[in-house]
């Protein structure tokens, strides 16, 4: 067990709709991340946020937007889905995340279907 | 953008042999590189890190070397066993001063007993 927590963990849905993802760091950790993973993509970097700022953008769709809050946690909101948007979706966290490679702890995932 | 190298196809090795898997990557001069391990369904967790300025790391019966010139990472598991099965991935940082991460395909390791 990392210690990050992610809900829920199936999610299915319609094309069109939206949803929320939400995760809770481990305990102490400042830093969150969000992954996507599907099979021809592998693990993407989406977001990344550091107590309570946005720290670095990967491969986020604009119809993506995440926050973390003031007691850390964070939710990935994802509207518009569509069929290809179907995937894994990871939360990591971390103690500090400015560069210097802290380990990075992840959730469970939340597995989102889009039919 | 940096593009991250591992061999795609599973990598079959017998029980109590040394497995090697291999992450190349290009267009990139990463502060830092980590090795990953995933199960079925379930989030990676964190083996080694290895910076730029380390040739060599060691954790148990685990090796990563990171060779920046030929910007490439190897990653030993000597003595294998069967529940080494998993796929690993490597990473580097994705940039901007941050810890996002860009990950490998991963290789998927067989150890057959």
């Known amino acids: 067990d990392s210690g990050v927590t992610q809900t829920p963990k199936h999610l299915i849905t319609a094309t069109g709709q939206r949803v929320t993802l939400r995760c809770s760091p481990r305990?102490?950790?400042?830093?969150v991340y969000w992954y996507q993973q599907s099979l021809d993509q592998g693990l993407q970097f989406l977001i990344q946020y550091y107590n309570g700022e946005e720290r670095a953008k990967g491969n986020i769709l604009e119809r993506f937007s995440a926050q973390q809050f003031p007691d850390l946690h964070s939710e990935l909101n994802l509207s518009s889905l569509e069929l290809g948007d179907s995937a894994l979706y990871f939360c990591?966290?971390?103690?500090?995340?400015?560069?210097?490679?802290?380990?990075?702890?992840f959730g469970p995932g939340t597995r989102l279907t889009v039919l | 953008s940096q593009k991250i190298e591992q061999n795609s196809e599973a990598l079959n090795i017998q029980e109590g042999k040394t497995a090697t898997l291999t992450c190349n990557y290009t267009?990139?001069?990463?502060?830092?590189l980590q090795w990953y391990r995933q199960d079925p369904g379930r989030g990676p967790v964190f083996l080694l890190l290895?910076?730029?300025?380390?040739k060599e790391k060691r954790k148990e019966r685990l090796k990563v070397t990171f060779d920046t010139t030929l910007k490439q990472s190897l990653f030993h598991i000597t003595a294998s066993q069967p529940a080494d099965s998993a796929t690993y991935l490597c990473a580097l940082p994705s940039g901007g001063g941050a810890d996002g991460l860009t990950f490998g395909k991963g290789t998927h390791l067989i150890i057959q007993p």
């Open positions: 305990s102490g950790d400042l830093s």
């Open positions: 990591a966290s971390s103690v500090g995340g400015k560069g210097v490679g802290d380990t990075q702890y």
């Open positions: 267009n990139y001069s990463p502060a830092y």
């Open positions: 290895i910076r730029e300025n380390e």
